[in-house]
C-alpha cells in the first residue's frame, strides 16, 4: 500500500515570455535593427553595424540567463514519511531537507520590497523557499501546508 500523500507541489519561478513570444521578440528587434542600419549605411554611417548586431547579442544573452534562472525548482512533499523539501537550482545540482513533521514550523517571511520567503524549521534547522513568489503566493503555500500539517497529525492519531 502507498503512503498517503497530504501535501505535493513544486515551485517554480514565472516567466512572463515563453519562447515563441522570445523568437517573435527577437524579429522584431532584428527587422527594427536592420531598418535603423540601412538609414545609417545610406547616410554613410556603416561603422554603426557592429553595435547593432551587439544589441541583438546582447538581447539573446540577457534572456539566455533569465530562462536558465527560471529552471529553479522547489518541491515539497508531506507524506505519512515525513516532510522533504527538494531544491534543484538551475545548473540541475538537487539539495534534500528531510523534517519529522510533528516540530514542523511553517512561517511567511515579510521583508521590505517584496523580498522574502516562507521559511520551515523543526529542531533548529530549516530551509526558505519561494523567494520568488509574491507575497500572496508565499501566504497562500504556507497555509496550505500548515493546514496539510494538521491533516495529517490528526490522521496519525486517529490510526
Known amino acids: 500500500m502507498t503512503p498517503a500523500v497530504f501535501f505535493d507541489a513544486t515551485l517554480r519561478p ?25 538609414n545609417f549605411v ?6 554603426i553595424l557592429p553595435f547593432l548586431g551587439l544589441d541583438i547579442a546582447g538581447l539573446i544573452l540577457a534572456f539566455a540567463l533569465n530562462y536558465r534562472a527560471g529552471r529553479l525548482a522547489e518541491h515539497i512533499r508531506l507524506d505519512e514519511g515525513g516532510l522533504t523539501v527538494t531544491h534543484v537550482a538551475p545548473g540541475g545540482v538537487a539539495r534534500d531537507w528531510t523534517f519529522e513533521p510533528a516540530w514542523v514550523r ?20 530549516g530551509v526558505r523557499l519561494g523567494e520568488f513568489l509574491t507575497l500572496g503566493e508565499r501566504r497562500e503555500v504556507a497555509a496550505a501546508l500548515d493546514e496539510a500539517l494538521r491533516r495529517r497529525a490528526a490522521t496519525m492519531i486517529a490510526a
Open 14 to 38: 514565472n516567466r512572463s515570455l515563453d519562447r515563441r513570444g522570445f523568437v517573435l521578440l527577437l524579429s522584431l528587434m532584428t527587422a527594427l535593427n536592420l531598418v535603423v542600419a540601412l
Open 42 to 47: 545610406r547616410a554613410g554611417g556603416w561603422p
Open 106 to 125: 511553517v512561517a511567511v517571511d515579510e521583508m521590505a520590497h517584496g523580498a522574502g520567503g516562507v521559511t520551515i524549521t523543526s529542531h533548529g534547522k
